[in-house]
Nanobody, 114 residues
Framework: QVQLVESGGGLVQPGGSLRLSCATS????????MGWYRQAPGKQRELVAG???????YYVDSVKGRFTISRDNAQNTVWLQMNSLKPEDTAVYYC????????WGQGTQVTVSS
């Protein structure tokens, strides 16, 4: 089993920044892609950013230029640096890891509001 634990969510004003972290533990042989989804109230869960074990990245158009995903393969940890946050970024953010099946974190709330 693989466990993912997220941290770093919270309340921030528009234009502010947050850094989400996701640490993995458990019986891990190898981890492939990692990343972050988010789900806002009344909306479907969407892929926000992903990163391969080789460092290739993906971002949904709405966060390009504002969010940066990174990972440490030795620590099996992934981060999401979120800058210039907007109210529409408000959601529960979930990290995932492919190991090789998809594993999920418990989610962390991000609220962008003045």
């Amino acid at each position: 089993q693989v466990q993912l634990v997220e941290s770093g969510g919270g309340l921030v004003q528009p234009g502010g920044s947050l850094r989400l972290s996701c640490a993995t533990s458990g019986s891990i042989f190898s981890i492939g892609d990692m990343g972050w989804y988010r789900q806002a109230p009344g909306k479907q869960r969407e892929l926000v950013a992903g990163i391969s074990s080789g460092g290739s990245t993906y971002y949904v158009d709405s966060v390009k230029g504002r969010f940066t995903i990174s990972r440490d393969n030795a620590q099996n940890t992934v981060w999401l640096q979120m800058n210039s946050l907007k109210p529409e970024d408000t959601a529960v953010y979930y990290c995932y890891a492919m190991a090789p099946g998809r594993y999920w974190g418990q989610g962390t709330q991000v609220t962008v509001s003045s």
